[in-house]
């Protein structure tokens, strides 16, 4: 199938070039200066506005839902009233600080501070949305054919999405979790569909796409988050046992003395902190050296003019053609990796009859 | 650094999707898939086991329709045998007919042509007594023109007669 295989090259080259138009934006606002790090950050950071694409010098984006709780109660108002630094109720856009890019308002004092509660719709929200409402369509498209007909086999599509499914069902729920592994069946499915689909939407540049969702530390708390409630909801009491009266010497353990309830206590807190670190920053990095590698473009354009960019643009698209692809890679397996870690640490807070008189 | 510190909003707008996203899948999306390829995997191994028993009940019937065919190839060499041996039989007793009958006509028609034989013997002699009288007749009445040889002749009748 050699055109489809063209297309597909034409629509990544096309992927690369709308991200170097992003490029090009941050450049044209610093006027000849290209600051690598701004360009980077403005792409993986959360945003008010959904940026789709600058022309010329017009930005063209969707504007999103800004809710904040400030002094005086709730406002909602959109982001298209804070462009180009104006004000809305005293809320604006900070310049610098740490609060850089960020909703603020002044106190009486005249400080700048953020609101009390900032739960604006965000970029990365509203590319969670999209997501969720896909992921239902997709699933209960599929649902309804099975309910129609389970004995039919499924074909495309959703033959594809079955095999994921089982193999995931089999592989790595089955296997991990030894005592009903039904119950828990359907988070670590929902999960995995989550984080992978979320993956998928990140890599691509357009507008459906291009939030780095899975690359935002708050994404991926709220699921460590839930794997760990789970986790400690369902343990079973060996499990507690296991953190408050370990099978050690008993010095280690006294109520004087309890070293061991510490280990196992922060030994409890690294797994959700592992889950959160490990999917945000692969998925971050993934994102970072495809920008970096656009960015490479710019910084040589600056340094040697049209003949270096021209001669750095097509290592940089190669590089960045690669990126890409291992990134399609990289999104299958941190969603799978999150979903085994998952797995098993659901699995450990519910060991096996066998096993806990063994260990005894 | 804003990287790493997590954003209340974002929490609140991640949090709220994904229960939605988990609560409709796991009660329309999941119980259906799993509960479909789990009957999908029943039905084809009752399916199996189906065509495992067809196969079986194939050979039995096979092995029956053979042993069907045998007796009657059995009972088909068996009749054969005895259409040949009563064939036999009827051809030595036709054989047997056919040489007395034979004999008989053999015997008979030698019968008749004795009988036939006889009678032209009969005739031939009659004739010939018819013509050697007429021979004696015709010598008779040359010779006994004289009184002499009729004297003779009878004379010599007359011995011959008693001396007969």
């Known amino acids: 199938m050699p055109l489809k295989n063209r297309s597909y090259f034409a629509l990544i080259l096309l992927l690369i070039f709308t991200m170097s138009m992003g490029a090009l934006r941050a450049e044209e606002q610093e006027k000849k200066s290209f600051d690598i790090k701004e360009m980077i950050f403005t792409h993986v950071l959360d945003s008010y506005e959904w940026h789709i694409m600058t022309i010329g010098k017009k930005n063209i984006s969707i504007p999103l839902l800004i809710i904040v709780k400030g002094e005086d109660g709730w406002h909602a108002f959109s982001s298209s009233k804070l462009r180009d630094g104006q004000q809305y109720n005293g809320f604006y856009l900070s310049k610098e600080g740490k609060n850089k890019g960020k909703v603020v308002t002044k106190n009486q004092a005249g400080e700048e501070m953020r609101p009390k509660l900032d739960i604006s719709f965000t970029k990365n929200a509203a590319s969670i949305i999209i997501a969720s409402i896909a992921l239902i369509i997709i699933m209960l498209s599929i649902a309804a054919q099975y309910k129609k007909d389970p004995i039919r086999p499924m074909k495309g599509f959703g033959g594809a999405i079955e095999q994921l499914t089982m193999s995931v069902y089999n592989d790595v729920i089955k296997p991990n979790i030894p005592n009903d592994y039904q119950k828990f069946a359907p988070y670590l499915l929902t999960v995995f569909y989550f984080i992978f689909l979320n993956n998928l939407l990140g890599l691509i540049p357009l507008f459906p796409g291009g939030a780095n969702v899975t690359g935002n530390i708050a994404v991926t708390l709220i699921l460590a988050l839930l794997t760990f409630i789970i986790t400690n909801v369902f343990g079973k009491k060996?499990?507690?046992?296991?953190?408050?009266?370990?099978?050690?010497?008993?010095?280690?353990?006294?109520?004087?003395?309890?070293?061991?309830?510490?280990?196992?206590?922060?030994?409890?807190?690294?797994?959700?902190?592992?889950?959160?670190?490990?999917?945000?920053?692969?998925?971050?990095?993934?994102?970072?050296?495809?920008?970096?590698?656009m960015g490479l473009i710019f910084i040589f354009y600056i340094m040697m003019g049209v003949g270096g960019a021209l001669g750095i643009s097509v290592i940089s698209i190669a590089f960045g053609i690669f990126m890409l692809l291992l990134d399609v890679l990289v999104s299958f397996i941190q969603a799978y990796v999150f979903t085994i870690l998952s797995a098993i640490f659901i699995g450990m807070a519910r060991p096996e009859e066998r096993q806990v008189q063994k260990s005894n | 650094m804003e990287l790493f510190t997590p954003e209340v909003g974002l929490l609140f707008w991640m949090l709220i999707p994904f229960l939605v996203v988990f609560y409709v899948l796991a009660k329309y999306a999941w119980p259906a898939i799993l509960?479909?390829?789990?009957?999908?995997?029943?039905?084809?191994?009752?399916?199996?086991?189906?065509?495992?028993?067809?196969?079986?009940?194939?050979a039995r019937v096979k092995a029956d329709s053979d042993a069907i065919l045998e007796q009657a190839r059995i009972e088909q060499a068996a009749i054969l045998a005895e259409a040949a041996k009563s064939r036999d039989k009827i051809l030595e007793v036709a054989k047997d007919k056919a040489g007395e009958e034979a004999t008989k006509i053999i015997a008979s028609a030698r019968e008749q042509i004795n009988l036939e034989k006889e009678d032209a013997i009969r005739q031939i002699r009659r004739e010939v007594a018819i013509l050697s009288v007429d021979i004696a007749e015709k010598v008779l009445r040359d010779n006994l023109n004289e009184k002499e040889s009729q004297m003779n002749m009878i004379d010599r009748l007359l011995d011959e007669i008693n001396l007969g």
Do not use: C
């Open chain 1, 238 to 293: 060996e499990y507690w046992k296991e953190i408050f009266w370990p099978d050690v010497p008993v010095f280690l353990k006294t109520p004087l003395f309890p070293l061991m309830q510490f280990i196992e206590f922060i030994g409890m807190l690294t797994k959700p902190f592992a889950l959160t670190i490990r999917l945000f920053a692969n998925m971050l990095a993934g994102h970072m050296i495809v920008l970096v590698l």
């Open chain 2, 35 to 58: 509960k479909g390829v789990e009957k999908r995997n029943q039905f084809i191994d009752e399916s199996l086991i189906a065509a495992r028993q067809a196969k079986d009940e194939l």
